[in-house]
């Protein structure tokens, strides 16, 4: 009899060990479906609806909070940068609504102290971190990937358009290099002029991302004419920044 409660409690104690390690496995992948259904309702060809998220703001919330229950050292490389680059711009847009409707800029949410991205309003693996934090001492220097700069989203109209899905690591290359063409290749954010290429103001602020060169980053997504033109005058080609806009990308 004694034996067989050893065995017994032995069996009890193994299912018991499984059963924590799936829920502590099951904790750290993170559920989307609260946020792909703020995306899909309010984010349009990259203008965001801030009026609407307003009215869902306790929906976001929800988001942000299963985001807290993550422990982002324990995922995949890819949905490291995913995860962080979901928060960024999650807690972005609870930025914006901290001051919503009165905010025409994200810039109306800083201080003569401290801009809105030195502000400690990220809650991520029990810590109170910054967005600054996310993105300049995790997501570039961990990743090292210039791509991160069409992810992540500043709530300002010359940035790159928030992306109407969440980014998910079985899919983050293909989202990455989608965002990336579709910036780079729009007229409103880069054009060639002669033999001047206007590019977003991004590409000077975080030049040493782009290791290769501008151009040649440019060469790897650009298409059509633009492509045909500016193989034409490779060679030749000057770089010039373009003004920022950094009004509210609502709608």
């Not at 700069?149 to 989202?175: V, W």
């Not at 997504?221 to 609502?250: A, F, Q, R």
């Amino acid at each position: 009899m004694r034996k067989a409660l050893i065995i017994f409690f032995g069996t009890v104690s193994i299912f018991a060990g499984v059963g924590m390690i799936t829920k502590s496995l099951a904790g750290n992948t993170a559920d989307h479906d609260l946020y792909v259904e703020l995306l899909g309702k309010y984010v349009q060809a990259g203008a965001v609806n801030y009026k609407g998220l307003k009215s869902e703001e306790a929906t976001l919330d929800a988001y942000l909070a299963v985001l807290e229950t993550i422990d982002p050292e324990s995922l995949s490389r890819d949905d490291q940068f995913a995860f962080y680059a979901n928060a960024y711009n999650a807690w972005t847009i609870k930025l914006i609504l901290s001051g919503y409707p009165g905010v025409k800029s994200i810039k109306d949410l800083g201080s003569l102290l401290k801009n809105p991205w030195k502000k400690k309003i990220a809650r991520i693996d029990g810590k109170i971190v910054t967005l600054d934090h996310i993105e300049h001492d995790i997501l570039r220097p961990r990743f090292k990937d210039p791509r991160v700069h069409f992810a992540i989203n500043c709530a300002a109209k010359s940035c790159p358009p928030l992306s109407d899905e969440p980014f998910s690591g079985d899919t983050l290359d293909r989202q990455l290099d989608q965002l990336t063409r579709a910036f780079i290749n729009d007229p409103n954010n880069n054009y060639l002029k002669g033999n001047e290429l206007y590019v977003s103001s991004i590409f000077k602020w975080f030049k040493t991302d782009f290791k290769d060169g501008i151009v040649n980053f440019f060469f790897k997504y650009v298409e059509g004419d633009l492509k045909t033109n500016l193989k034409t005058i490779e060679n030749k080609v000057k770089v010039k920044y373009l003004d920022y806009d950094w009004s509210l990308n609502g709608k």
